[in-house]
């Protein structure tokens, strides 16, 4: 399953900085064949202490997480949508990728040079949303354009397609995201084929500056507007210092607490970027684990079981017949399958079952 996030903001926020940081988080490439040969590209463990618990209990040869792949998206500046900057290559970039992770600078620094000549969170972010907006209000103009040509030739979906059309210029035109338009199901499937960016899921990456003067922790009106703005909007977010996490990358694992006290920052910042990047995209796991590997697989929460298994092969989809499932908690505390199995845990569940998050599985099937 290829799922990516696409890092993006304005020059010199500390993109590439945050990036480098995730790649030091990179699985190796043959494990999933997603994976893309490319600088610029990603492919990163989402941290998950259940999955090291599961393969100590199996003894397996190997431990297999879930991954998200994150694309360092060029630099965006005013008037992309008009072909500014990279505008046409960064539109091009971020219309490929399925949630966007905008990168804003809250910390004040002389020494490192604002793009604008002052730290402005919320105004930063406006710089970009706009400029997302107006690409989207091209694309849904120029299909505007040509939709009657489909209508007249007694296409019923062109016909949903340009309501759903208008009600999204009217929102874009307003200088909303898109995803603010009240859409019904149809509709929603009539747009898909747009690609418009700002239909995709957002997530703010605060930029911070541990023991530094950080706009979101002051009172002042950058504070309280950038504050409102992340209330307002109902989006993810997270806090990070990519300087210090970029720092962090080379140092051995059994060191990183201490230097991680020494630079005031206890908590991984971009652990918890992966970890809310995957929610932001409705993902859940679930575990297969044997003495060979244990493995955390990537689908969408609210997947029914013969969906889960097809994630493994498609034949266990198709030829689905019954899934053994427990949590991965219980599992663990038995000890083993068969243990869990002799005391009653094991469940036996069918094609209607709906995959929670941290189930441990066998499939049957024909």
């Not at 409705?282 to 575990?287: E, K, P, Y």
Request: charged fraction near 25%; aromatic fraction near 6%.
């Amino acid at each position: 399953m290829s799922l990516s996030i696409g890092i993006v903001g304005l020059p010199n926020v500390g993109k590439s900085t945050l990036f480098n940081a995730l790649t030091k988080k990179s699985v190796q490439a043959e494990n999933f064949p997603f994976c893309t040969i490319d600088p610029s590209v990603g492919v990163v463990a989402v941290p998950d202490t259940r999955l090291k618990r599961l393969a100590e209990m199996s003894q397996s040869e190997k431990a297999i997480p879930a991954a998200v792949e994150f694309v360092d998206i060029a630099g965006l500046v005013k008037g992309a949508s008009e072909g500014e900057g990279l505008g046409n290559q960064f539109l091009a970039n971020i219309r490929e990728v399925n949630a966007i992770a905008q990168v804003v600078r809250v910390f004040d620094d002389e020494d490192v040079v604002h793009v604008h000549g002052a730290v402005n969170p919320t105004h930063d972010i406006d710089i970009i949303n706009i400029e997302l907006v107006l690409a989207d209000t091209q694309t849904v103009t120029k299909r505007l354009g040509t939709i009657d040509r489909d209508i007249r030739s007694g296409s019923k979906e062109a016909t949903v397609l340009r309501g759903a059309l208008e009600k999204l210029l009217t929102t874009l035109e307003s200088g909303k995201l898109a995803r603010a338009t009240n859409l019904d199901e149809k509709e929603l499937e009539q747009v898909k084929g747009l690609h418009l960016i700002t239909m995709k899921p957002f997530m703010y990456v605060l930029n911070k500056k541990s023991a530094g003067l950080n706009v979101h922790e002051q009172s002042d009106e950058r504070g309280e507007l950038l504050k409102r703005f992340l209330e307002d909007s109902g989006a993810f977010w997270v806090e990070v210092d990519a300087g210090v996490e970029n720092e962090l990358k080379d140092v051995a694992d059994d060191d990183t607490a201490e230097f991680r006290r020494e630079f005031g920052v206890i908590e991984s910042g971009v652990d918890e970027l992966i970890r809310t990047g995957y929610a932001l995209l409705n993902l859940i796991s679930f575990f297969t684990t044997g003495p060979k590997e244990t493995r955390a697989w990537t689908i969408k929460a609210g997947s029914t079981a013969p969906q889960a298994a097809g994630v493994i092969h498609t034949d266990f989809q198709t030829k689905f017949i019954r899934a053994e499932t427990i949590h991965w908690k219980s599992l663990v505390a038995a000890g083993s399958w068969s243990a869990a199995r002799e005391r009653g845990l094991v469940r036996t569940e069918g094609k209607e079952y709906i995959i929670e998050d941290g189930d441990t599985m066998e499939f049957r099937h024909g």
